[in-house]
């Protein structure tokens, strides 16, 4: 049996351009690595929030690409930015096409549309009635009522390339090697967040010093089969994710949920001397890189007192830290004075001292001299350490997905080192680089990425612009 376009991963960016190209007349094959029914991959694994750059998809076009231009410093690719914004909102109307559905999330206040039926979003991991497992079940069924095909338990292992076009994939199921030809090809395998050899060499840490906030599946194969042929890669040096119990290293229930983002970045996040080393007020994502970066990325401490933690009650965070944190299992340290905390949470007092004096004087005071590193109050206000009882809660950077990947144009199409496209390579979701990251770590949004970017893929697939 012959296809029109093979597609190598089953998550929200394989099955949005599979199913897209069926609609459009063409005869997709998916290949799944999972052989589960319910194969695992961070698709099913999401809360369902189909943000741009953390505003809604249907602002104004032109606000959502120079709002991902800005967040990322710069580093995002134009055209691939354009065409995210002009293209966000029609992507949700799709979506419903397929049946999906959204509703607000009744703890947060932003607005942003998530899959319906909402997740409980508890400690621990919590997936299975989700409206992304759903969704992910229905792309699946529509999919073979439409005429395509999906192929569980195959790896693709790579490329086929004859005169410049990627024409096939060689494969393997069970030991068994496959030859499989298309016209065109679709990576949409996800990061490489679960690659440790990748992520020392790109993200500089080792993955065992990091809380594995995903799936487990993304080892990044289809970006090493895109590279070997000449694909250019970016931006591969940060992820997203956010900061966890240290505790969640080893206890499950303390992961995706719940984070301890809020309470860094209205306070301060330090090192065993003692020491802030990164500008908290960016957000968790920014601090959870930060703290990757540490010569110990276990040595991590975020400091606060009595108020933020009675706040910590009522953030929109899901679910407030306090008391689902220490209810399940997460270590939360109280003591009546600072050098008491310090102690407790094995913690330089000398150095601690010093630190939250200072951070007080410019905080509280408006006094002293700047921070260093800066306590950006952008979108955070920052809270002073002022009222006893201490706290300190030990953390470490939970990683989702990277951010970085093959390099992509604004039609799906995947760029070589001279930035010209692939003929025949195509590329959607979390493979993708050049959207994300940047000197903050910026995150757009996974799901945008899969389903807007698998959305363009196809069609321009099915328009016959695979080639330049």
């Known amino acids: 049996m012959s296809f029109d376009l093979i597609i190598i991963g089953a998550g929200f960016a394989g099955l949005t351009v599979a199913n897209r190209a069926a609609e459009l ?148 199921s069970e030991a068994e090697p496959q030859t499989l030809s298309a016209n065109a090809i679709v990576i949409a395998d996800g990061g490489f967040q679960a690659n440790a050899e990748l992520v020392k060499q790109n993200i500089g840490c080792d993955i065992s010093h ?116 220490p209810d399940a299992g997460g270590t939360v340290i109280e003591a009546a004075t600072l050098r008491e905390l310090a102690d407790a949470a094995s913690i330089n007092a000398a150095g601690l001292s010093v630190t939250i004096a200072l951070y007080n004087e410019h905080i509280a005071y408006s006094a002293g001299p700047a921070l260093s590193p800066i306590h950006t109050q952008t979108t955070y206000t920052a809270q002073p350490i002022i009222d006893p009882p201490f706290y300190a809660i030990p953390v470490c950077a939970g990683i989702t997905v990277t951010s970085g990947g093959l390099s992509v144009n604004g039609r799906g199409q995947v760029m070589d080192t001279n930035d010209q496209p692939i003929t025949g390579l195509h590329a959607a979701g979390s493979t993708v680089g050049g959207l994300e990251g940047g000197p903050r770590a910026a995150y757009v949004g996974g799901l945008i990425k899969s389903f807007c970017i698998g959305l363009l893929a196809a069609e321009t697939i099915a328009a016959g612009h695979g080639s330049p």
Not at 224 to 236: D, N
Not at 254 to 260: E, F, G, I
Not at 292 to 301: C, E, G, M, Q
């Open 25 to 172: 007349g063409l005869k997709p094959l998916v290949l799944e690595a999972g052989a589960d029914e319910l194969y695992r991959c961070n698709s099913r694994f999401s809360t369902g929030s189909c943000h741009v750059a953390f505003q809604t998809p249907w602002t104004e076009p032109a606000v959502l690409s120079k709002s991902i231009i800005e967040n990322t410093g710069g580093a995002a690719r134009e055209d691939l930015a354009e065409t995210i914004g002009i293209n966000a909102a029609r992507t949700i109307d799709w979506l419903k096409d397929q049946g999906a559905s959204f509703e607000d999330h009744p703890r947060r206040t932003d607005h942003m549309p998530m899959l319906s039926p909402l997740r409980e979003m508890k400690a621990g991991l919590d997936w299975e009635g989700g409206g992304a497992n759903a969704l992910l079940q229905k792309l699946g069924a529509k999919l073979i009522e439409r005429g395509g095909e999906l192929r569980r338990g195959i790896r693709a292992l790579s490329l086929i390339q004859t005169d410049g076009k990627v024409i096939g994939i060689e494969a393997i």
């Open 210 to 325: 990091l809380q594995c906030r995903n799936a487990g599946t993304g080892v990044g194969d289809g970006m090493r089969m895109a590279t070997e042929i000449g694909a250019e890669a970016v931006g591969l040096d940060s992820f997203y994710g956010h900061v966890l119990s240290r505790d969640a290293m080893t206890n499950e229930k303390l992961w995706p949920y719940p984070q301890v983002d809020l309470i860094c970045a209205t306070n301060i996040v330090v090192d065993s001397d003692g020491q802030r080393f990164a500008d908290e007020g960016l957000g968790g994502i920014s601090i959870a890189n930060a703290i990757a970066r540490l010569d110990d990325p276990l040595s991590a401490t975020t400091i606060f007192d009595a108020r933020t933690w009675e706040d910590a009650k009522t953030t929109d965070n899901v679910p407030p830290p306090n008391p689902s944190l």
